[in-house]
């Protein structure tokens, strides 16, 4: 199973993005798809995910600005993020769980992508 994510870059604060996550191989329709961020000396932390039937959590920290979304056809999640904020800046992962419910612990993903960087400026 490979995941590849694109969509980041350098906006303004307020401005928007979309991140996307292709996988290739296994059955995407079954899994949890999640979206997780690492900062510069901070630990990796959970921002959105969805399950195989799209049921969707967030982090307090975006909740009301992002929004988490899949296209089974396409095998791919995708991640609107509005309103960005400097302190949304970071390196942006996604991953895939095979079994289960949606979960903010992201030791417990099976797969996962190369991040994209996300920049937002003051």
């Known amino acids: 199973v490979q995941l590849q994510a694109s969509g980041g870059g350098l906006v303004q604060a307020g401005g928007s993005l979309r991140l996307s996550c292709v996988v290739s191989g296994g059955t995407f329709s079954a899994y949890v798809m999640g979206w997780f961020r690492q900062a510069p000396g901070k630990d990796r932390e959970f921002v959105a995910a969805?399950?195989?039937?799209?049921?969707?959590d967030y982090s307090n920290s975006v909740k009301g600005r992002f929004s988490i979304s899949r296209d089974n056809a396409k095998t791919t999640v995708l991640l609107q993020m509005n309103s960005l904020k400097p302190e949304d800046t970071a390196l942006y992962y996604c991953a895939a769980k095979e079994y289960g419910e949606i979960s903010s612990d992201w030791a417990i993903y099976d797969y996962w992508g190369p991040g994209t960087q996300v920049t937002v400026s003051s």
């Open positions: 969805i399950s195989s039937y799209s049921r969707t």
